[in-house]
Structure formats: structure tokens, C-alpha cells
């Protein structure tokens, strides 16, 4: 079984930037691809950025230019750097693992996931 613990939400003004960790713990053996997701107050969880084991990335358009995505292997932990913040990025985001390295993967065929960082972006 595999824990993940997330770090780094808060509240920024708008232009602004946050940096999220994701730690992984317990069962991580093997490579794994890393996830991060958002779902804002009554909508759907939607999918920001990916990162293989290799460190191949892929984005979401609405973040790419102003995120990144990244991760220390031999710390099991994932980041998310976010810059030029805009209100419409408040959201509570998520980290998650997918066993298989599938990092193309949809939300549902992910393996495990954090608790959720609040992330709000002020005007």
C-alpha cells in the first residue's frame, strides 16, 4: 500500500506562486509515473500535469507555461511549481501514483492518492 502525504498549499494573491510536494511512502517500489489534479468547488476533478519516471512531463493547457511539474526519485517526492497564479486556479489539488508508469493515464487509473491541498488564488 502506498501513502501520500502533500505539502505546500495556501492562499496567494493573483500573479503570485506556490510550490506543492507530494511524498510518497510504503509500497514504491518499481517505477511509477506521479500526477497532479484539481477540482474546484462544484466541478470535476481535472488533470494538471503528469511526470514519468524518467521525467517526461505532459500538461494541461490551462496551466502550461505557468506550472511545472518535477520529482526527486530518490526521495519519492513529487512537485508542482506554480507561477503567474490567476483566481480561476483555486482549487484543492491532488497528487496521485499510477503503478504502471502510464503517464497519459485518466484520473481513474491511478493507484493512489494524496489528501488534498487547498490552493487559493485571491484578486
Known amino acids: 500500500q502506498v501513502q501520500l502525504v502533500e505539502t505546500g498549499g495556501g492562499l496567494v494573491q493573483a500573479g503570485g506562486s506556490l510550490r506543492l510536494s507530494c511524498a510518497a511512502s510504503?509500497?514504491?517500489?518499481?517505477?511509477?509515473?506521479m500526477g497532479w489534479f484539481r477540482q474546484a468547488p462544484g466541478k470535476e476533478r481535472e488533470f494538471v500535469a503528469s511526470i514519468s519516471w524518467r521525467g517526461t512531463t505532459r500538461y494541461s493547457n490551462s496551466v502550461k507555461g505557468r506550472f511545472t511539474i518535477s520529482r526527486d526519485n530518490a526521495k519519492n517526492t513529487v512537485y508542482l511549481q506554480m507561477n503567474s497564479l490567476k483566481p480561476e486556479d483555486t482549487a484543492v489539488y491532488y497528487c496521485?501514483?499510477?503503478?504502471?508508469?502510464?503517464?497519459?493515464?485518466?484520473?481513474?487509473?491511478?493507484?493512489?492518492w494524496g489528501q488534498g491541498s487547498q490552493v487559493t488564488v485571491s484578486s
Open positions: 496521485a501514483l499510477e503503478a504502471g508508469n502510464n503517464w497519459f493515464a485518466s484520473a481513474s487509473e491511478y493507484d493512489a
Open positions: 510504503g509500497r514504491t517500489a518499481g517505477q511509477y509515473a
